[in-house]
Protein backbone atom coordinates (compact mmCIF):
# COMPACT_ATOMS: atom_id res chain seq x y z
CA UNK A 1 0.00 0.00 0.00
CA UNK A 2 1.15 3.47 -1.04
CA UNK A 3 2.13 5.58 2.09
CA UNK A 4 1.85 8.73 -0.25
CA UNK A 5 -1.19 9.70 1.11
CA UNK A 6 -0.21 9.87 4.90
CA UNK A 7 2.63 11.56 4.11
CA UNK A 8 1.21 14.26 2.29
CA UNK A 9 -1.89 14.43 4.88
CA UNK A 10 1.01 14.78 7.71
CA UNK A 11 2.98 17.66 5.89
CA UNK A 12 -0.61 19.66 5.64
CA UNK A 13 -1.33 18.99 9.07
CA UNK A 14 2.52 20.50 9.83
CA UNK A 15 1.95 23.37 7.15
CA UNK A 16 -1.17 23.86 9.30
CA UNK A 17 0.12 24.12 12.42
CA UNK A 18 3.49 26.71 11.23
CA UNK A 19 0.36 29.10 9.63
CA UNK A 20 -1.51 28.84 12.95
CA UNK A 21 1.95 29.82 14.87
CA UNK A 22 2.43 32.39 12.67
CA UNK A 23 -0.88 33.97 12.39
CA UNK A 24 -1.65 33.29 8.66
CA UNK A 25 -4.46 31.57 6.96
CA UNK A 26 -2.95 27.74 5.56
CA UNK A 27 -5.07 28.58 2.61
CA UNK A 28 -2.18 31.53 1.75
CA UNK A 29 0.64 28.63 1.44
CA UNK A 30 1.07 26.78 -1.57
CA UNK A 31 2.55 23.16 -1.33
CA UNK A 32 4.26 22.21 -4.38
CA UNK A 33 4.65 18.59 -4.77
CA UNK A 34 7.95 18.46 -6.25
CA UNK A 35 7.90 15.29 -8.43
CA UNK A 36 10.91 15.09 -10.18
CA UNK A 37 12.57 11.44 -10.51
CA UNK A 38 9.18 10.07 -9.50
CA UNK A 39 7.14 8.05 -11.71
CA UNK A 40 3.79 8.89 -13.05
CA UNK A 41 2.33 6.16 -10.73
CA UNK A 42 3.22 8.34 -7.75
CA UNK A 43 1.63 11.38 -8.70
CA UNK A 44 -1.67 9.52 -9.54
CA UNK A 45 -1.51 8.35 -5.90
CA UNK A 46 -0.88 12.43 -4.99
CA UNK A 47 -3.72 13.15 -7.14
CA UNK A 48 -5.76 11.15 -5.31
CA UNK A 49 -5.11 12.34 -2.38
CA UNK A 50 -6.34 15.74 -3.82
CA UNK A 51 -2.93 16.90 -4.65
CA UNK A 52 -2.96 19.04 -8.04
CA UNK A 53 0.23 21.16 -8.03
CA UNK A 54 3.68 19.52 -8.67
CA UNK A 55 6.92 20.62 -9.56
CA UNK A 56 9.55 19.43 -12.33
CA UNK A 57 12.86 20.17 -12.91
CA UNK A 58 14.10 17.91 -16.38
CA UNK A 59 12.04 18.71 -18.94
CA UNK A 60 12.36 15.62 -20.87
CA UNK A 61 11.63 13.75 -17.91
CA UNK A 62 8.47 16.12 -17.34
CA UNK A 63 7.22 15.93 -21.18
CA UNK A 64 6.82 12.31 -20.96
CA UNK A 65 5.00 12.26 -17.01
CA UNK A 66 2.31 15.76 -18.69
CA UNK A 67 1.38 13.75 -21.32
CA UNK A 68 0.46 10.26 -19.14
CA UNK A 69 -1.34 12.27 -16.46
CA UNK A 70 -4.64 14.05 -16.14
CA UNK A 71 -5.31 17.50 -18.22
CA UNK A 72 -5.42 20.20 -15.30
CA UNK A 73 -2.94 19.62 -13.14
CA UNK A 74 -0.72 22.36 -12.04
CA UNK A 75 3.08 22.29 -13.32
CA UNK A 76 5.44 24.49 -11.86
CA UNK A 77 9.29 24.51 -13.35
CA UNK A 78 11.77 24.37 -10.45
CA UNK A 79 14.86 23.18 -12.21
CA UNK A 80 17.44 26.20 -13.98
CA UNK A 81 16.30 27.20 -17.40
CA UNK A 82 18.42 26.94 -20.02
CA UNK A 83 17.72 29.34 -22.73
CA UNK A 84 17.79 26.22 -25.45
CA UNK A 85 14.60 24.60 -23.66
CA UNK A 86 12.68 27.90 -23.06
CA UNK A 87 10.49 27.20 -25.99
CA UNK A 88 9.28 24.06 -24.96
CA UNK A 89 9.13 24.73 -20.91
CA UNK A 90 7.01 27.39 -21.43
CA UNK A 91 3.60 25.73 -23.35
CA UNK A 92 4.16 22.90 -20.23
CA UNK A 93 4.57 24.62 -17.14
CA UNK A 94 2.42 27.81 -15.71
CA UNK A 95 4.77 29.46 -13.07
CA UNK A 96 8.65 29.38 -13.40
CA UNK A 97 10.68 29.25 -10.25
CA UNK A 98 14.03 30.06 -11.31
CA UNK A 99 14.34 33.25 -13.74
CA UNK A 100 17.89 34.23 -12.46
CA UNK A 101 19.31 37.02 -14.53
CA UNK A 102 18.12 39.83 -16.57
CA UNK A 103 19.01 38.34 -19.59
CA UNK A 104 17.29 35.52 -19.05
CA UNK A 105 13.88 37.24 -18.27
CA UNK A 106 14.00 39.58 -21.51
CA UNK A 107 15.09 36.25 -23.76
CA UNK A 108 12.02 34.41 -22.08
CA UNK A 109 9.44 37.54 -22.18
CA UNK A 110 10.34 37.35 -25.89
CA UNK A 111 9.31 33.60 -26.75
CA UNK A 112 6.46 33.84 -24.80
CA UNK A 113 5.38 36.99 -26.57
CA UNK A 114 5.81 35.03 -29.72
CA UNK A 115 4.19 32.02 -28.52
CA UNK A 116 1.19 34.00 -26.72
CA UNK A 117 1.81 33.12 -23.41
CA UNK A 118 2.00 34.59 -19.79
CA UNK A 119 4.11 32.56 -17.32
CA UNK A 120 4.23 33.33 -13.84
CA UNK A 121 7.80 33.78 -12.73
CA UNK A 122 9.85 34.04 -9.31
CA UNK A 123 13.16 35.68 -10.17
CA UNK A 124 15.62 33.66 -8.06
CA UNK A 125 17.55 35.38 -5.46
CA UNK A 126 21.10 34.27 -4.49
CA UNK A 127 21.21 35.58 -1.10
CA UNK A 128 24.56 34.36 0.45
CA UNK A 129 26.40 34.57 -3.09
CA UNK A 130 27.02 30.61 -3.48
CA UNK A 131 29.17 29.70 -6.33
CA UNK A 132 26.73 26.40 -7.14
CA UNK A 133 23.46 28.36 -6.71
CA UNK A 134 22.78 30.92 -9.85
CA UNK A 135 20.32 34.42 -8.77
CA UNK A 136 19.98 38.24 -8.75
CA UNK A 137 22.12 39.48 -6.08
CA UNK A 138 19.57 42.03 -3.92
CA UNK A 139 21.35 44.78 -5.67
CA UNK A 140 21.54 43.37 -9.25
CA UNK A 141 17.68 42.83 -8.44
CA UNK A 142 17.01 46.44 -7.41
CA UNK A 143 19.43 47.68 -10.53
CA UNK A 144 17.19 45.35 -12.78
CA UNK A 145 13.79 46.45 -11.71
CA UNK A 146 13.06 49.09 -14.61
CA UNK A 147 13.42 46.84 -17.03
CA UNK A 148 11.73 43.97 -15.68
CA UNK A 149 8.63 45.85 -15.30
CA UNK A 150 8.57 46.62 -18.44
CA UNK A 151 8.42 42.82 -19.92
CA UNK A 152 4.77 42.50 -21.42
CA UNK A 153 4.77 38.87 -21.25
CA UNK A 154 6.21 37.95 -18.03
CA UNK A 155 3.35 38.02 -15.14
CA UNK A 156 5.98 38.85 -12.21
CA UNK A 157 4.56 36.96 -8.84
CA UNK A 158 7.65 36.89 -6.45
CA UNK A 159 11.14 35.94 -5.04
CA UNK A 160 12.17 32.50 -4.61
CA UNK A 161 15.38 31.21 -2.43
CA UNK A 162 17.38 28.62 -1.71
CA UNK A 163 19.22 29.47 1.91
CA UNK A 164 22.65 27.65 2.50
CA UNK A 165 22.22 23.99 3.51
CA UNK A 166 21.76 23.43 7.26
CA UNK A 167 21.10 20.50 9.64
CA UNK A 168 18.72 22.80 12.18
CA UNK A 169 15.87 24.17 9.88
CA UNK A 170 15.81 27.37 12.41
CA UNK A 171 19.26 27.96 10.56
CA UNK A 172 17.34 29.05 7.73
CA UNK A 173 14.89 31.43 9.40
CA UNK A 174 16.73 34.13 8.50
CA UNK A 175 17.71 33.88 4.51
CA UNK A 176 13.63 33.32 4.43
CA UNK A 177 13.28 36.40 6.39
CA UNK A 178 15.72 38.88 4.51
CA UNK A 179 13.72 37.85 1.26
CA UNK A 180 10.35 38.68 2.67
CA UNK A 181 12.79 41.76 4.01
CA UNK A 182 14.25 41.98 0.12
CA UNK A 183 10.43 41.69 -1.59
CA UNK A 184 8.80 44.13 0.64
CA UNK A 185 11.49 47.23 -0.01
CA UNK A 186 11.31 46.13 -3.86
CA UNK A 187 7.39 46.75 -3.91
CA UNK A 188 8.06 49.81 -2.21
CA UNK A 189 10.35 51.36 -4.72
CA UNK A 190 8.67 49.55 -7.97
CA UNK A 191 4.97 49.21 -9.27
CA UNK A 192 5.09 45.75 -9.01
CA UNK A 193 3.28 43.60 -6.70
CA UNK A 194 5.19 40.74 -5.84
CA UNK A 195 2.84 38.93 -4.05
CA UNK A 196 4.34 35.62 -3.42
CA UNK A 197 7.77 33.84 -1.85
CA UNK A 198 8.76 30.47 -2.78
CA UNK A 199 11.06 29.60 -0.11
CA UNK A 200 10.87 26.21 1.81
CA UNK A 201 11.81 22.80 1.15
CA UNK A 202 11.55 19.26 3.23
CA UNK A 203 14.14 20.52 5.56
CA UNK A 204 12.62 23.51 6.49
CA UNK A 205 9.36 24.39 4.85
CA UNK A 206 7.76 24.97 8.65
CA UNK A 207 9.96 28.30 9.27
CA UNK A 208 9.26 28.96 5.79
CA UNK A 209 5.65 29.39 6.53
CA UNK A 210 6.38 31.48 9.89
CA UNK A 211 8.02 33.62 7.51
CA UNK A 212 5.95 34.13 4.97
CA UNK A 213 6.26 31.48 2.64
CA UNK A 214 3.46 31.37 -0.43
CA UNK A 215 4.83 28.32 -1.97
CA UNK A 216 7.10 25.50 -0.44
CA UNK A 217 8.60 23.16 -1.88
CA UNK A 218 8.34 19.49 -1.12
CA UNK A 219 9.24 16.61 -2.29
CA UNK A 220 11.49 13.42 -0.52
CA UNK A 221 8.92 13.70 2.82
CA UNK A 222 5.61 13.08 0.40
CA UNK A 223 7.24 10.92 -2.56
CA UNK A 224 10.46 9.02 -0.69
CA UNK A 225 14.26 9.45 -0.78
CA UNK A 226 15.81 10.01 -4.09
CA UNK A 227 18.11 8.19 -5.67
CA UNK A 228 19.96 11.12 -6.01
CA UNK A 229 20.86 14.65 -5.13
CA UNK A 230 22.13 17.60 -6.37
CA UNK A 231 23.87 20.34 -4.81
CA UNK A 232 21.60 23.39 -5.26
CA UNK A 233 18.36 21.68 -5.82
CA UNK A 234 14.69 23.53 -5.55
CA UNK A 235 13.23 20.90 -3.43
Known amino acids: MSVIPEQLA ?10 DRAGRDPDS ?53 QRNKVRKILPLFGCIHAVDS ?9 IAGELGLFPEVFFQVDQAGEETKGGFSAAELHAAMPTLAGLSNLRMIGLMSIPPAADNPEDSRRWFRQ ?16 PFLSMGMSGDFEVAAEEGATHV ?15 GELG
Open 10 to 19: GIRRRLRLAC
Open 179 to 194: LRQLRDELRGKFPMDL
Open 102 to 110: LKLAVYMDG
Open 29 to 81: VRLVAVSKTFPAADILEAVSSGQRCFGESKLQEAESKIAELPSGLEWHFIGRV
Open 217 to 231: RVGSLIFGKREYKVE
